[in-house]
């Protein structure tokens, strides 16, 4: 069983930046890759960015890339996304997420077996 606890959401304007933290709690930290993801209001949730177990290999949505900057610290058991020049259409409820697989990732939502219970991002234009 793993615990996560999501912080670091809310209200920021366009161009700004915001780091969101997910603590994690439980056995093996080091053994699940770990995933952000997010839904929008009237949306359904989506793929945000991914870093494998060991954070050797990680993968950013492509409307995240050369802005967002998945991270993780195994031996604090948190997992971070740094977000820069932050857009209104970036603003979503963000869940982090662990997968139970010790190599490589997955970007599929039903690939993950644990959730946090979400943080706010709202970017204001």
């Known amino acids: 069983q793993v615990q996560l606890v999501e912080s670091g959401g809310g209200l920021v304007q366009a161009g700004g930046s915001l780091r969101l933290s997910c603590a994690a709690s439980g056995r093996a930290f080091s053994n699940y890759a770990m995933g952000w993801f997010r839904q929008a209001p009237g949306k359904e949730r989506e793929f945000v960015a991914v870093i494998s177990a060991s954070g050797s290999l990680n993968y950013v949505t492509d409307s995240g890339k050369g802005r967002f900057t998945i991270s993780r610290d195994n031996a604090k058991n948190t997992v971070d996304l740094q977000m820069n020049n932050l857009k209104p259409e970036d603003t979503a409820v963000y869940y982090c997420?662990?997968?139970?697989?010790?190599?490589?990732?997955?970007?599929?939502?039903?690939?993950?077996?644990?959730w946090g219970q979400g943080t706010q991002v709202t970017v204001s234009s």
């Open positions: 997420a662990a997968n139970r697989q010790r190599s490589g990732y997955s970007v599929a939502i039903s690939a993950y077996d644990y």
